[in-house]
């Protein structure tokens, strides 16, 4: 059973603040990772792609990726109250016939208070 | 950027009525495109794996006569719930992707409600 854990939260931080987002996933072949943003409601936003280890930066989004570790995190910097969503963590499976398909973790609440 | 287009945003029908769910990607050629089907405050759950030109690969669970995938084109899938219940209310949403191990991108979803 390949699985993608996250932290549910609620995580809340001041405006201004750096949001530390975190997941975990079990399958060590995973290649490609992704975070998405969804506003309650609404479907999910494409926010990152990373797929070798190390940092990747757009904007105010930084995600980091270790495999060693089977970790992916995400950092949000200067952090706005629109940041308030839930974050999706979603690794793409290896290999077999479940290829390319995506693993989602439950998703982390994030809320961003003036 | 990649664009999805999900029709209709939302239906409200009796029980018994077939529903067709419409995907499109707008301004790239998708080899494979997804279903998913989303209850309030859950994650995401794949329905199927739709793949152009042959039949969807549907997970453990999900009635393929009842949730009926055509994908007709490279640029369009339709899901069809047929005769559906009140407990196949929920918000089905469509992604896309160009390959393998790119992103997906989704659709705006469909909020179907039956009564």
């Known amino acids: 059973q390949k699985e993608v854990e996250q932290n549910s939260g609620p995580l809340s931080v001041p405006e201004g603040a750096i949001a530390s987002l975190n997941c975990t996933y079990s399958d060590r072949g995973s290649q490609s990772f992704f975070w998405y943003r969804q506003y309650s409601g609404k479907s999910p936003e494409l926010i990152m792609s990373?797929?070798?280890?190390g940092d990747k930066e757009d904007g105010r989004f930084t995600a980091q990726l270790n495999k060693a570790s089977q970790y992916v995190s995400l950092l949000i910097r200067d952090s706005q109250p629109s940041d308030s969503a839930t974050y999706l963590c979603a690794v793409a499976n290896a290999g077999g016939t479940s290829y390319g398909k995506l693993t989602f973790g439950q998703g982390t609440i994030l809320t961003v208070h003036p | 950027g990649a664009v999805v287009s999900q029709h209709p945003s939302r239906v409200i029908c009796k029980s018994g009525t077939s529903v067709k769910i419409e995907c499109r990607s707008l301004?790239?050629?998708?080899?494979?495109m997804f279903w998913y089907r989303q209850f309030p405050k859950k994650s995401l759950m794949l329905m199927a794996t739709?793949?152009?030109?042959?039949?969807?690969?549907?997970e453990q669970g999900v009635e393929k006569d009842k949730f009926l995938i055509n994908h007709a084109s490279l640029t369009l899938s339709t899901l069809t719930v047929t005769s559906a219940h009140p407990e196949d209310s929920s918000f089905y949403i469509c992604?896309?992707?160009?390959?393998?191990?790119?992103?997906?991108?989704f659709g705006d979803g469909t909020r179907l409600s039956i009564l």
């Open positions: 301004d790239f050629q998708a080899t494979t």
């Open positions: 739709s793949n152009e030109g042959s039949k969807a690969t549907y």
């Open positions: 992604s896309a992707r160009r390959q393998a191990n790119q992103p997906q991108h």
């Open positions: 990373i797929y070798s280890n």
